[in-house]
């Protein structure tokens, strides 16, 4: 079973190859393939099979900018509400797509604002 977070829920939809360092993307890679061919997603709380490989994570925390923990949380809440979803439950990948590709992209403006990573999600979406 494959861990995830809120706000990965969303982002990993866009995943394009980039991130931190090549292990941080190997990892992304490998957790993407697998939620295509189907394994079961849990939904978690905190840190998850994404942040493992995160060169950011320190005990148990984001670490990649001051405040980044809290933002991170903020933004895992807001996926979650969005995508009508808690922590424990467990999910398909292509049932989640469904919901995401159909989100207004003014929710997207809102959710995605000041991402490090938005111009890379704007080019797919």
Request: one cysteine or more; glycine letters at 8%; proline letters at 2%.
């Amino acid at each position: 079973m494959i861990r995830f977070r809120g706000h990965h829920l969303i982002c990993l939809h866009f995943f394009q190859g980039e991130g931190y360092n090549r292990e941080f993307v190997d990892n992304l890679r490998e957790l993407v393939e697998r939620a295509c061919r189907g394994e079961e997603i849990e939904v978690v709380g905190g840190p998850d099979d994404v942040c493992r490989a995160c060169p950011y994570l320190s005990e148990n925390r984001c670490a990649h900018k001051e405040g980044a923990d809290e933002e991170i949380r903020q933004l895992d809440g807001n996926a979650l509400s969005f995508l009508k979803i808690g922590v424990g439950q467990r999910v398909k990948w292509l049932e989640l797509r469904e919901k995401i590709m159909s989100a207004p992209e003014d929710w997207f403006s809102f959710f995605c604002r000041g991402c490090d990573w938005e111009s890379v999600c704007d080019r797919v979406r």
